[in-house]
């Protein structure tokens, strides 16, 4: 574990055979009795962080100490104890790690962000999912999801489409900042799969008394065991009330709150299903993949951009994003809009057959590019109005882009619940 | 007025010498009677359309047309009545208008929306009005929002500055569509403004009967009589309902619903101000700009640019908007991070001296850097954590680039009422 700790300050610490975790009395001005903490990296680097009995941290200058006593070693991790045996009454679930807050550990003793924590110990770590299903670990990824790639995806797919046979359900336990991108790109690439999917992740890591990650995993388990339709979800908190689970559908969905559990949300409508107390309860009409066929198709194409317009948009970006670009969409003003100034580029990237899509930058609401003359301009420009948020939008063109399809007539037609 | 019609269909109207909005009847298979509609641009273009008495709209094709007959003129517009007389128990409030919905009408005998209204016609379309204030019309803009540019602000700006002195107000009608980003910019050049500034708007015409300007425009009216203090504010329908009138604080509003009409919200907090019932009622504490000096910095700098983080992000585009910027605002995931692959190009743009800030894309909840492990990388690069909707950054950054200031002190201090 990376201490943050170096130059003389890590010279001080190691003549002593002190390291973090380790429980010390350290000899300065008085003495300080307490556990050392990693360092902060941004933190003033001639001190040691030291967390006291009563549970703050004070930072100690080298300068002035005279002696570092060890009174106690830092504790090992426990054993890992075996997942129980499985129950032939109970679903067998496939639990997938790609890493995110949902898999991380504080060590509170320390402060410590401890290496991510894999499926099997996440199912470990909530025993009482159990009691609901079998649960099957599977370790993919250790990523916060800032740093998913469309070449993630294809693993992610690659693995479910793999691995899915047998299972009453997949889940996907993910970081949060991206899940809705992954989500979309599951959605489409694994489009009508035999085996429900649904992403979860958490906002406050596993071990803290505030945390979402029981819940959400546990909403997830719940969903499944009871049978919940194919198709690729996200269930998180449905507010900040530990009763509810929300389950997307995994291309309608978005983040909408750096941090609190609430956070995603179904634009332009309720989430599609809930887990209440316990009991699946359905809200969206009709089966969405019902009687639909098993295509998958796991193949992105990175040649798509995502461009959130604003008052003195240099149009020359766009000139510059046409390079080598398949598709561009636009996240317009209002009903679908952006100034006469981005006209000239837009033409100029439709007549070299870019297909530019416009979504809205209001949160809500829906393109309706027939109502003002700046969206009927861009009609006749060859812009085409998309029924989707702007990232399901990018997401899908990066798929679409990938495929021997029309792009225009791709992107128009519903391919995976994605219409809002 | 444009009707929209050509060609062919241009020919058979002129040659009966019918237009857009006379009354007649049209002699085919059978006898059509009604009101000639715009065509609309992208419809059929072998057909005129007719309103039929029943209010349906029809087409008919001119290949079977044997006649027409004109039954009645398309009527003039009545006269415009003179304002009426000032009132010296009222204050006095400057109406600008710069276009958008507020300023539109549809016609609703032939469909067409007529020229914008002026700030005089739209004084006088809502009498009621003068009852609360001596109302002065300045007709500025006639532009819909998607089409306001920075050099707009300037010219907003430039009035407002001219024109405040004696005024309880200023009420500027603008297009919703980018509402917030003029407001933002209003907020910052005209920092501290001796007058108050509330920006209105509508989402739908002002004749229709759903239509929000009247309500918008007289809680506009209204906060300014009441005494709101200095501060630039948009006033729009709080909800649906038209009982409400929110005042948002200008640097912290969005436009959330593309059609709504409470489209406008305070992002991370509640309104300002309330006006219901005709009541001024105040929810934010403190009064931001009190004792402050007016300090008008009217000046913009295009130079900067906002970029919405997502996974698949090409960091070549991040290179490419790096010549020639002085400011590049990360809409990141989260609690404001980006990708581990677009760390080189921002590492490059910071070394050339380019200011890099980061938001979240992310409706609700703050940038925090220091949780995780990619924001403290960014951090360490030198990116700048913004407590700023990023609407008002990017706003906040173009006229911070046109000023002789440090840009990062800049974008850090609050000066006006921005921080959320």
Redesign the interface.
């Known amino acids: 574990m990376p201490s943050g700790y170096d130059g003389r300050v890590l010279q001080t610490l190691d003549r002593h055979q002190a390291g973090v975790g380790d429980r010390v009395a350290i000899d300065s001005d008085i003495r300080y009795t307490g556990t050392i903490m990693p360092r902060?990296?941004?933190s003033d680097d001639s001190h040691i962080v030291l967390k006291l009995d009563n549970g703050y941290n004070v930072g100690v200058s080298i300068r002035n100490i005279t002696g570092i006593s060890i009174l106690e070693r830092r504790p090992s991790a426990p054993p890992s104890a075996p997942p129980p045996e499985p129950r032939s009454d109970l679903p067998d679930i496939l639990l997938v790690s790609t890493g995110g807050t949902i898999a991380s550990r504080v060590d509170y003793r320390t402060g410590a962000v401890t290496p991510a924590l894999d499926a099997a110990q996440l199912g470990e770590s909530m025993p009482e999912l159990y009691d609901m299903a079998n649960i099957r670990p599977l370790r993919l990824l250790s990523e916060?999801?800032?740093?998913?790639?469309?070449e993630?995806?294809l693993e992610m797919a690659g693995a479910i489409h793999r691995e899915r046979s047998g299972y009453a359900g997949i889940i996907l336990a993910h970081g949060?900042?991206?899940m809705h991108?992954?989500a979309a790109y599951l959605s489409f690439a694994l489009a009508g799969c035999d085996t429900p999917i649904v992403l979860t992740g958490s906002q406050r890591s596993s071990d803290r008394a505030s945390s979402d990650a029981a819940l959400n995993l546990a909403g997830a388990v719940s969903a499944i065991a009871q049978g919940i339709p194919r198709g690729v979800y996200i269930a998180m908190h449905h507010t900040q009330s530990d009763d509810d689970t929300a389950i997307h559908h995994g291309t309608r969905a978005?983040?909408?709150?750096?941090?609190?559990r609430g956070?995603f949300r179904t634009i332009n409508g309720e989430p599609a299903y809930m887990v209440r107390g316990g009991v699946l309860e359905r809200h969206t009409h009709g089966d969405y993949w019902d009687g639909a066929p098993y295509s998958p198709a796991i193949s992105?194409d990175?040649r798509?951009?995502?461009?959130?317009y604003?008052?003195?948009?240099?149009a020359a970006?766009l000139d510059?994003?046409a390079e080598g670009r398949r598709a561009v969409i636009l996240?317009?003003?209002?009903?679908?809009?952006?100034?006469?100034?981005a006209y000239h580029s837009i033409r100029s990237m439709i007549r070299r057959g870019i297909f530019v899509g416009m979504t809205?930058?209001?949160?809500?609401?829906?393109?309706?590019m027939?109502v003002?003359?700046?969206g009927?301009d861009l009609?006749?420009l060859g812009v085409t109005p998309l029924r989707m948020i702007?990232?399901t939008a990018?997401v899908k063109a990066?798929w679409a882009a990938s495929r021997d399809m029309d792009m225009r007539d791709t992107m128009v037609s519903e391919m995976a619940s994605e219409m809002v």
Do not use: F
């Open positions: 902060y990296h941004h916060y999801s800032e740093n998913i790639t469309p993630h995806w949060t900042d991206t991108y992954t978005r983040k909408s709150h750096a941090s609190a956070a992105v990175r798509a951009a995502l461009v959130k604003h008052p003195g948009y240099d970006l510059h994003m996240e317009g003003t209002g009903l679908g809009h952006v100034g006469r100034e809205t930058q209001c949160i809500e609401g829906r393109v309706r027939t003002y003359e700046s009927r009609l006749d702007p990232e990018l990066m």
